[in-house]
């Protein structure tokens, strides 16, 4: 199965500021690989999929780059609901697999 | 507006059985398949396995064999999550999710459900 390395697994930011986050695959995923935002309580939302493609009511802050092992989110300038956890998540392979989560907190 | 609506939290002991429901609206059901993913407390999601919603074929991930099953109901259309001889290690938060990109069963899951806790618990 595919493993998927997320980094860092904290990123500590203040509002305004870029959020840049990584997701490493063991091996390559072409382009098919997904992000997801989650929230406490509240199930996971697609943010990005396809590496780059950002899923319908996506603010444009949020961008995905990347192809083969080595996949970026960023996020523009953080608004105080964008800290939260992010996923990156495979379909290229079965089965599908999620990365461990980078969580994005306030600083 | 697409939407999947899951049971309540259940509360169950070692060794019994629970079936978690997961009814969509706001899209025909038959054009996408439906996932389920397991997340268990302070841990990311874990893909458990999918069911065609055409033709009621599951496929189990790693780990999901035996003791868990997927089915449907065609009317309402309601798909189903059965979890059997629950263990301590089952206590998670169950999701079902529309696999909405994608396809034979490589999907990006783009409509999720607001998620069913159960707890196994002696």
């Known amino acids: 199965e595919i493993v998927l390395t997320q980094s860092p697994a904290t990123l500590s930011l203040s509002p305004g500021e870029r959020a840049t986050l990584s997701c490493r695959a063991s091996?390559?995923?072409?382009?098919?690989l997904a992000w997801y935002q989650q929230k406490p309580g509240q199930a996971p939302w697609l943010l990005i999929y396809?590496?780059?493609n950002r899923a319908t009511g996506v603010p444009a802050r949020f961008s995905g780059s990347g192809s083969g092992t080595d996949f970026t989110l960023s996020i523009s300038s953080l608004e105080p609901e964008d800290f939260a956890v992010y996923y990156c998540?495979?379909?290229?392979?079965?089965?599908?697999?999620f990365g461990g989560g980078t969580k994005v907190d306030i600083k | 507006q697409m939407q999947l609506v899951q049971s309540g939290s259940e509360l169950q002991r070692p060794g019994a059985s629970v079936k978690i429901s997961c009814k969509p609206s706001?899209?025909?059901?038959?054009?996408?398949?439906m996932n389920w993913v397991r997340q268990a407390p302070g841990q990311g999601p874990e893909w458990m396995g999918w069911?065609?919603?055409?033709?009621?074929?599951?496929t189990y991930g790693p780990g999901f064999t035996g003791r868990f099953v997927f089915s449907l109901d065609p009317v309402p259309f309601t798909a189903h999550l059965q979890i059997s001889g629950l263990e301590a290690d089952d206590t998670a938060v169950y999701y079902c999710?529309?696999?909405?990109?994608?396809?034979?069963?490589?999907?990006?899951?783009?409509?999720w459900g607001q998620g069913t806790t159960v707890t196994v618990s002696s």
């Open positions: 999710a529309r696999g909405g990109i994608g396809s034979g069963g490589f999907y990006a899951l783009d409509v």
């Open positions: 706001g899209y025909i059901f038959t054009n996408y398949a």
């Open positions: 069911i065609h919603t055409d033709s009621g074929n599951p």
């Open positions: 091996q390559s995923v072409g382009s098919k």
């Open positions: 396809d590496a780059s």
């Open positions: 998540q495979q379909r290229s392979n079965w089965p599908l697999t």
